[in-house]
């Protein structure tokens, strides 16, 4: 059965399209959940974090079945599981039921580093940026496709839309199975099939560089889905005055006003996230290198260069959110909240367009630890978020006591001319006996 890599791009695509709509579809209806059964700010923001709960734990595990098994099985695997718990919450008795088995189905955001290692063994490394930004823009604007559709389709009652996404999911995993082909050739499958042991897993996750990198994707992607888990939420309460005052009354009109608005932020970080990597090789292209601090030797530089120029672009519009929220102007928080989503893309595709060439024997190990230890972040931030005594000052929080120091790690692990994706904790001799 023939097949092409511009076939398996859209494979990945739609399968992490579907896997994140299903993620976030529970901060969807957060609103009338939170009606249905009273749970106050705290348990909003603890609802919000525990769709992340399980991704830092088991995107490394599907990272190294991505290399081991090839990527359509693990897909499969994904989908099917989370389907079928989907599919079992719509049916959930009571909160305690419906708060675990949604747990799990959050496990559908693991599929990210599957698609990567995908992607990864498709295309040329000049081709990178923008097939992984291809890649993972599609499949994140599903957030804010949920958001912002599914309370105008199904009003208040998530328990249907539970059980369409899992059916739906489930037929999404036979096509996978039936089309998807893990690599381009057999030797190439070979070879990180080869690399996917526990001391290969060791060393990357002892890595300055990949340890750097994992800090960029918290300050991008784990923030991103922990805005997307706690926005709705955010504008429902910060701004009920204002939303009020728009004619949107009842928990439902105030849901899908809230879910519109949040919807800004993911679209953004969706929509841009094809340019952000397009970006990434056009810096690539032209050798723009503006910090002194990055090295400016290695063949990837200017990659690198566009990593530390979108922390900052993200750190500096956390805190004009922060301003936003307190100037209580509903207009100019969502336009900052949609300059945010751009800024969030700058960081997530330049950090991809990065990893599959730094460890290009490792694709996904390295992706598994990146971008799943990164997604600790979205359990933080809501946290973070939700236990302020202004509810608008988490997000200058994060950005001053957090990113800044994050900031600093990436330009110091990113200093060496030489192998940075070497450098780390004992050497690699002492992990892999290689010279």
């Given at each position: ?160 839309a539970f059980l369409h996404l899992g059916i739906i999911a489930i037929i999404i995993a036979f096509w996978v199975l ?67 005052e728009l004619g949107f009354e009842g928990v439902q009109q105030v849901q899908i006003a809230a879910g519109t608005f ?174």
């Amino acid at each position: 059965m023939g097949t092409h890599k511009v076939e398996q791009l859209i494979i990945a695509a739609v399968a992490f399209f579907w896997c994140f709509l299903m993620w976030f579809a529970t901060a969807a209806f957060s609103p009338s959940i939170a009606q249905e059964f009273s749970l106050n700010i705290k348990q909003m923001g603890l609802l919000a974090s525990s769709a992340i709960w399980l991704a830092p734990i088991m995107r490394p595990l599907a990272g190294w079945a991505a290399d081991k098994f090839g990527a359509p099985k693990s897909f499969a695997m994904v989908l099917i599981v989370t389907g079928v718990m989907s599919i079992i919450s719509a049916y959930a008795p009571s909160y305690e039921i419906l708060f675990i088995t949604r747990v799990i189905v959050a496990m559908a955001g693991i599929s990210f580093v599957i698609g990567i290692q995908h992607v990864a063994q498709w295309f040329e490394k000049q081709e990178m940026g923008a097939a992984e930004g291809l890649y993972a823009g599609t499949g994140n604007v599903g957030a804010g496709v949920g958001a912002l559709l599914l309370p105008r389709f199904y009003g208040t009652d998530y328990s249907s839309a539970f059980l369409h996404l899992g059916i739906i999911a489930i037929i999404i995993a036979f096509w996978v199975l039936a089309r998807g082909v893990p690599a381009k050739s057999a030797e190439q499958a070979a070879m990180t099939k080869k690399t996917a042991t526990l001391r290969d897993t060791a060393f990357v996750w002892t890595r300055y560089a990949a340890i750097a990198l994992m800090l960029a994707y918290a300050m991008s992607f784990g923030l991103e889905i922990g805005m997307n888990a706690w926005l709705p939420g955010y504008y429902a309460r910060g701004f009920a005055d204002a939303i009020q005052e728009l004619g949107f009354e009842g928990v439902q009109q105030v849901q899908i006003a809230a879910g519109t608005f949040a919807a800004v932020q993911s679209f953004n970080a969706s929509l841009f996230r094809p340019f952000s990597g397009y970006m990434s090789d056009l810096w690539q292209h032209k050798s723009w290198m503006p910090f002194p601090v990055i090295s400016k030797a290695l063949p990837y530089s200017p990659r690198l260069h566009f990593v530390f120029f979108a922390m900052l672009c993200i750190t500096i519009t956390m805190i004009a959110l922060t301003f936003a929220g307190l100037s209580n102007n509903l207009v100019v928080s969502v336009l900052f909240l949609a300059i945010f989503g751009i800024t969030v893309s700058f960081g997530t595709g330049s950090t991809f367009a990065v990893v599959p060439l730094m460890f290009h024997s490792r694709p996904g190990t390295a992706t598994g630890f990146i971008g799943g230890i990164s997604c600790t972040g979205g359990i933080i931030y809501p946290l973070v978020f939700s236990n302020m005594e202004n509810i608008h000052m988490g997000y200058a929080v994060v950005g001053v006591l957090m990113f800044i120091p994050f900031m600093i790690f990436i330009a110091w692990a990113m200093h060496w001319d030489q192998h940075p994706e070497d450098k780390g904790i004992r050497s690699k001799e002492s992990w892999l006996g290689e010279s």
